[in-house]
Structures are given as structure tokens and as C-alpha cells.
């Protein structure tokens, strides 16, 4: 089984590009942030004639938004709301074999990382510490993949520079120690990590902002796979698509790939 996660940044926007990744890619689940679309307007049939008639979708004009659109069938399909906020930005199914896919956006928490100045950034912090709690009473953690863009790039070299971006939303200390209590809650395994060790770059996602951003270089890994440790014998194999950076009217964010053993 092939697994992709991506922050498309509008999938109707983006349509063509969702196709390009299921001709060169031929993922077998893919899963979607920020999809920008109320649920009535989302490309069903476009995307099922891309070969994924299988849709769990939770959507919302102009904001958020997350998707899962399989080759494979879904079953116990729904959507979670957090913080007292009906934002769409957690779907779930259960795939064949009774693995769980959980599909986050979470936060991104604006441009100050001061929860009482930004209000943003403290809702960031509360959706962390939910999850984790939410987590933790889940019971044993078995047959459960967690995806998404979860906004925050946890490790010194998920970003370009660890000591620039110490005060930088996204990698402060807080955001890092809360990310890690919600790994530890559920016994997540990173399963990109699992293949690229800590010591070397990984970025899936490149700012707008910069003229040239492949020159700059200055990325961030903020979209993730996880798996429960009984899937860890199933990991065959992993890619960050940073070519789709340079697609047309692309994403900030880059797919991310995970390939799983029968």
C-alpha cells in the first residue's frame, strides 16, 4: 500500500495537480490538508475518475478542510472537531485489514508564538494538548496511522536553521515539547524518520515568500506520517516529492510518500 500526505492548498484550485500525483505516483490512499472546499462543492467525480471512488471528506469554504480519497474501501468513516470549533481539521476511516487513518490539520498558530498576544498560537497549543489527551484514552495503540500537516517541524534539522528559528512559529520549544507528548500519547512512530536519520535535512514544505526558494533552500518538515509500533514491520519505504514544488501553480507544501509491505 502506497500512502500520501499533502497540504494542497485548495484542491479545486489544484485539481490538476491532485491528478499528476495519482498518474506518477499511483498512491493507493491519499490524504489531504487544507482543502479549501464545503463539502457540496468538493470534485467527487473528478477524483473518482482518477481511480479513488472511496472519499471521506470534511470541508469548509475558503478555510481548512481535510480529505481521504482511496483506491481501497473505506469503512467507520467521520469527522472530530476540536477546541469548541467546528473547523474541520480531523478525518478519519478505517481502510482494509482494520487499519485506522487519522488525517490532521492542525493550527498553524500565526506569526507570534506568545499565547497571550496571539490568539492563534494559543488555539494551536490547546488543539496539541486535546489531541493528546484524546490519545491517550484510546486505548491499546494497534493498526493506526496518523497523517498530516501538523505544523510544527519537531527536530533540529526538520528545519534550515534550528537556532534561527528557536522563536519562530512552528519550532519553538513549546510547540516541540507539545508535538512530542502527543507522539508519546499513542506510541506514534515517525515513520519518515524510521528511514532518514535525525542527522540529515528533511523539508516538505518551502515558504512563498522567497524569490527562489529552491536557491534559499530554507524549508520545513511539517507534514508527517505516524504509525502505532505494530505497523513498523510494514514500513517498506519513504519519499518527499520536493520536485512538486516546482509543479504549476503549486503548493507550499510538498506530498510526502509512504509505501507499506502486504
Same mark, same amino acid.
Given at each position: 500500500?502506497?500512502?500520501?500526505?499533502?497540504?494542497?492548498?485548495?484542491?479545486?484550485?489544484?485539481?490538476?495537480?491532485?491528478?499528476?500525483?495519482?498518474?506518477?505516483w499511483?498512491?493507493?490512499? #491519499?490524504?489531504?490538508? !487544507?482543502?479549501?472546499?464545503?463539502? !457540496?462543492l468538493?470534485?467527487?467525480?473528478?477524483?473518482?475518475?482518477?481511480?479513488?471512488?472511496?472519499?471521506?471528506?470534511?470541508?469548509?469554504?475558503?478555510y481548512?478542510g481535510?480529505?481521504i480519497l482511496s483506491?481501497?474501501?473505506?469503512?467507520?468513516?467521520?469527522?472530530?472537531?476540536?477546541?469548541?470549533? !467546528?473547523?474541520?481539521?480531523?478525518v478519519f476511516?478505517?481502510?482494509?485489514?482494520?487499519?485506522?487513518?487519522?488525517?490532521l490539520?492542525?493550527?498553524?498558530?500565526?506569526?507570534?508564538?506568545?499565547?497571550?498576544?496571539?490568539?492563534k498560537?494559543?488555539?494551536?497549543?490547546?488543539?496539541?494538548?486535546?489531541?493528546t489527551?484524546?490519545?491517550?484514552?484510546?486505548?491499546?495503540?494497534?493498526?493506526? #496511522?496518523?497523517?498530516?500537516?501538523?505544523?510544527?517541524?519537531?527536530?533540529?534539522?526538520?528545519?534550515?536553521?534550528?537556532?534561527?528559528?528557536l522563536?519562530?512559529?512552528?519550532?519553538?520549544? #513549546?510547540?516541540?515539547?507539545?508535538?512530542?507528548?502527543?507522539q508519546?500519547?499513542?506510541?506514534?512512530v515517525?515513520?519518515?524518520?524510521?528511514?532518514?536519520?535525525?542527522?540529515?535535512?528533511?523539508?516538505?514544505?518551502?515558504?512563498?515568500?522567497?524569490?527562489?526558494?529552491?536557491?534559499?533552500?530554507?524549508?520545513?518538515r511539517?507534514?508527517?506520517?505516524?504509525?502505532?509500533?505494530?505497523?513498523?514491520?510494514r514500513?517498506?519505504?519513504?519519499?518527499?516529492?520536493?520536485?512538486a514544488?516546482?509543479?504549476?501553480?503549486?503548493?507550499?507544501?510538498?506530498?510526502?510518500?509512504v509505501?507499506?509491505?502486504?
Open positions: 500500500m502506497r500512502l500520501v500526505t499533502w497540504n494542497i492548498n485548495s484542491v479545486r484550485l489544484r485539481i490538476d495537480l491532485v491528478a499528476q500525483l495519482a498518474r506518477d499511483l498512491p493507493d490512499v #491519499i490524504c489531504l490538508q !487544507e482543502t479549501k472546499c464545503p463539502d !457540496e468538493f470534485p467527487r467525480d473528478a477524483i473518482a475518475k482518477m481511480g479513488y471512488p472511496h472519499q471521506a471528506i470534511v470541508g469548509m469554504k475558503g481548512h481535510v480529505a483506491r481501497l474501501p473505506l469503512a467507520k468513516s467521520g469527522h472530530l472537531h476540536w477546541c469548541d470549533k !467546528e473547523d474541520c481539521r480531523h476511516a478505517t481502510l482494509p485489514g482494520g487499519i485506522e487513518v487519522h488525517n490539520y492542525i493550527p498553524a498558530g500565526g506569526d507570534v508564538p506568545d499565547p497571550d498576544e496571539n490568539d498560537f494559543a488555539h494551536k497549543l490547546s488543539f496539541l494538548r486535546e489531541q489527551r484524546w490519545w491517550k484514552g484510546r486505548g491499546k495503540a494497534k493498526k493506526r #496511522i496518523l497523517v498530516g500537516d501538523l505544523n510544527v517541524a519537531p527536530l533540529e534539522n526538520d528545519v534550515w536553521s534550528h537556532k534561527q528559528l522563536d519562530v512559529v512552528s519550532h519553538t520549544p #513549546i510547540e516541540v515539547k507539545l508535538l512530542g507528548a502527543l508519546k500519547a499513542h506510541g506514534w515517525d515513520a519518515v524518520r524510521h528511514f532518514v536519520p535525525p542527522e540529515q535535512k528533511l523539508y516538505s514544505w518551502w515558504s512563498y515568500r522567497a524569490q527562489d526558494w529552491r536557491a534559499s533552500d530554507r524549508g520545513r511539517l507534514d508527517h506520517v505516524w504509525v502505532t509500533p505494530d505497523l513498523v514491520e514500513l517498506a519505504g519513504t519519499a518527499i516529492l520536493k520536485d514544488r516546482d509543479w504549476a501553480r503549486a503548493s507550499d507544501h510538498v506530498p510526502v510518500v509505501d507499506f509491505a502486504d
